[in-house]
């Protein structure tokens, strides 16, 4: 039964994942106080009619520094490399106002498809120095009432042969950033600057989230030597790898070695759909590899994995609009994912990149914050396979959007 003192807000016959049958979730403070059926207490009620309900989708990897660049830049079509220089031709110019107003765009657009938690990579160099940090800084800030963002500082072009890339990573760690990030396939000395990045991540005592592996050729990796450090440091559970394409190139046996390698080490895999999709396979005239780790498949092996955005409108992924429902729905469509592994799909986007964040605090339970999802749809599975939206959202107890369903206009 619900606590005597009275309820701020109820949800009733919320479908919940696991639960056998409709629950009333009730709301004191921000945080849910009882989860039940029929909850007999009187506070305003939000009536969800069996829809099913999640404590939103977490995003692990976004580029918000750098969203929405198309029509500023020539966009030639090419691969990592040029996407890479597309942009860093750009960003002497960004400055902290054009690189709020971009971020703002893709967080308007992703509370408003479900996402409740975010974390974002931001990159620091001499050339943009740290204006991409103040923008996000800001934006975490002002958005705190939609979402809890998370900023990542890492050093997209190399940190060995970019002088005074390290020093500025140090300030904005100081500064408040929250995690630090990696790019070793742009350094000049890749295991130098894993080695670097361990290094600092130990004496402010903060999380590692690395760009990896980033092609198409199995035939080296640094994760081997992101995996040596990660036990070598004692940071079991803190390291994070993303895209890792080089997996998509693995024969089954290999695979589980690297998935047994990746678990041992407490090391997590995050897969970026749009990204890797559009960005590999381009010197392929047919028969183009789809370059998308078997992520549903090392989760069965028990890596932590995740499914998320990257980039949005930019020439790393020129399309997009923060739905990670979407971007699950994508990955199950490339990886041929069928119907009894949606369930997995769907955990990529919620409970497994909760786990990679170390979010204590997430998910629909008693002394948790009021953060919830209503999907048109009677099971999150459901909602997969169909794209059915979010229609609603809650952050802290408190509505942060709504999506009324389409009204069909048919002949009297």
């Not at 998935?259 to 396979?281: F, I, K, S, W």
Request: hydrophobic share 45%.
């Amino acid at each position: 039964m619900a606590e005597s003192a009275p309820l701020d807000l109820i949800f009733r016959q919320a479908s919940l994942p696991g639960a056998s049958r409709p629950m009333d979730l009730g709301v004191r403070s921000g945080r849910f106080v009882a989860i039940e059926p029929d909850l007999a207490a009187d506070a305003p009620e939000v009536m969800l009619g069996g829809r099913a309900v999640l404590p939103g989708f977490v995003d692990s990897h976004v580029h918000l520094d750098k969203a929405c660049l198309l029509g500023r830049c020539g966009h030639a079509r090419g691969g990592l490399k040029q996407a890479i220089a597309a942009v860093s031709a750009m960003k002497r110019d960004f400055t902290v106002a054009d690189i709020y107003a971009r971020g703002a765009q893709v967080l308007d657009s992703a509370i408003a498809r479900g996402t409740t938690r975010m974390r974002t990579h931001v990159e620091l160099d001499p050339r943009i120095g740290l204006r991409g940090f103040e923008a996000v800084t800001a934006l975490r800030r002002d958005y705190a009432w939609g979402l809890d963002l998370s900023i990542c500082v890492f050093p997209q072009e190399g940190l060995t042969n970019d002088p005074g890339t390290e020093a500025l990573l140090v300030e904005a760690l100081e500064r408040g950033a929250d995690l630090l990030g990696g790019c070793p396939y742009t350094d000049t000395d890749p295991h130098r600057q894993i080695a670097i990045l361990f290094e600092l991540a130990r004496r402010y005592d903060v999380d590692l989230d690395f760009h990896l592996d980033f092609d198409l050729d199995p035939a080296w990796m640094h994760l081997d030597e992101v995996c040596r450090q990660t036990i070598a440091q004692g940071y079991e559970g803190r390291v994070t790898i993303g895209h890792v394409t080089k997996l998509s190139m693995l024969a089954p046996d290999a695979l589980a070695r690297v998935a047994t390698r990746l678990r041992e080490a407490g090391v997590a895999v995050t897969v970026l759909p749009a990204t890797d999709l559009y960005l590999m396979g381009r010197d392929a005239s047919h028969a183009v590899p789809r370059g998308l780790a078997p992520a549903h498949r090392l989760v069965e092996s028990g890596v932590v994995c995740s499914v998320a955005t990257n980039n949005v409108l930019n020439p790393f992924t020129p399309f997009g609009d923060g739905s990670l429902l979407r971007m699950a729905n994508l990955y199950a469509n490339a990886a041929q994912v069928g119907p009894e592994d949606f369930a997995r799909c769907i955990s990529m986007i919620t409970t497994l990149p909760a786990q990679l964040m170390r979010l204590s605090d997430y998910g629909i339970a008693l002394g948790k914050p009021a953060d919830l999802i209503v999907l048109d749809a009677e099971t999150a599975e459901t909602a997969l396979a169909a794209l059915a939206e979010p229609v609603m959202g809650f952050k802290n107890g408190r509505r942060s959007f709504s999506r009324p369903a389409a009204t069909l206009h048919r002949p009297d």
